[in-house]
């Protein structure tokens, strides 16, 4: 599909830049810009607009050191802390994390290094979970790996009314249980007959309205949700089985195939991510920043 150019004359060398949807329910890829210059007021508010509109913004064919990366990123807010770290991680910013599956000595550079990961929503474990999350592509497999994104305000708005009335003004507790071998301990939701001691979980409104445009989200997810509060377990279960198959139809998705060099940036209050299998024996390793959020309401 030809690229719609929004904007001409960005002060970025002259630079105008335009978009290419992704899918037809979320996404949209950003041409003619180098993210590792500076952004004209103009164009960043081009950008911002269009990542607010589509909730995935990809941008190909980019060279962005760690502070280039960085750069970009805290012109759309405040850098969040990564809640969680792990293996070898050198990266000198605390909103950065290297997710690969490449051992030096043996260890672990990274997180999150093998496999497939479930749906989910960065950091719906804790009070005040990331804003947006921005993966940087620096060595892919040749095959697998790929990132499938799902709008959840499409999800909510497509809710059958039956579900709509079931989740209307509840909670949901979610819980980050880390497995070393890069899996998520609680992607098996009946596993659970109480939380585990330690564990990061937080209760969150399933139901969450965008602090921007005040579209309102489906905020639950199959990766890292746990129970509805207040109900009965067996109830529990039933509900978010159905809610989960709900927003994970494809008809909301984009399945993002990387390339090195990509940027992509998803808006973590109204998305779901999840990760397809790719090979072991493959080098694998992407750079991700997050950004500060609020609490869901």
Not at 44 to 65: C, D, P, Y
Not at 204 to 223: D, F, Q, S
Not at 224 to 253: K, W
Request: hydrophobic share 40%; proline share 5%.
């Amino acid at each position: 599909m030809p690229a719609e150019t929004i904007m001409r004359g960005g002060e970025q060398r002259g630079a105008g830049f335009g978009l290419r949807p992704l899918a037809p329910e979320i996404g949209v890829e950003i041409t003619g810009l180098d993210l590792s210059l500076p952004l004209a007021p103009e164009a960043f508010a081009g950008v911002e607009a269009a990542f607010v509109k589509n909730s995935v913004l990809l941008a190909r064919g980019q060279t962005l050191s760690e502070d280039a990366q960085v750069a970009f990123a805290i012109q759309f807010g405040a850098l969040a802390q990564n809640v969680n770290r792990h293996g070898g991680e050198s990266q000198r910013h605390p909103a950065t994390m290297l997710i690969s599956n490449v051992r030096e000595d043996g260890k672990l550079i990274g997180a999150l290094p093998d496999g497939e990961m479930l749906f989910h929503s960065d950091q719906c474990y804790v009070e005040t979970p990331c804003m947006a999350a921005m993966l940087y592509g620096m060595e892919i497999p040749s095959h697998g790996g790929e990132t499938i994104f799902a709008n959840m305000h499409r999800a909510f708005e497509t809710l059958p009314e039956d579900l709509r009335r079931a989740v209307e003004g509840r909670k949901a507790m979610n819980i980050f249980e880390y497995a070393d071998a890069g899996g998520y301990g609680a992607a098996a939701i009946d596993l659970f007959k109480e939380l585990p001691a330690g564990s990061r979980h937080y209760a969150h409104p399933i139901v969450r309205t965008h602090p921007v445009t005040g579209r309102k989200a489906l905020y639950v997810n199959r990766g890292m949700t746990l129970f509805i509060e207040g109900m009965e377990r067996t109830a529990s279960d039933a509900l978010l089985r159905r809610i989960f198959d709900h927003q994970e139809q494809p008809a909301f998705q984009y399945s993002h195939v990387w390339r090195r060099g990509d940027l992509i940036m998803w808006d973590n209050r109204c998305t779901l991510h999840a990760r397809a299998d790719f090979p072991g024996d493959q080098r694998r390793m992407l750079r991700r920043v997050t950004l500060l959020g609020q609490k869901p309401v």
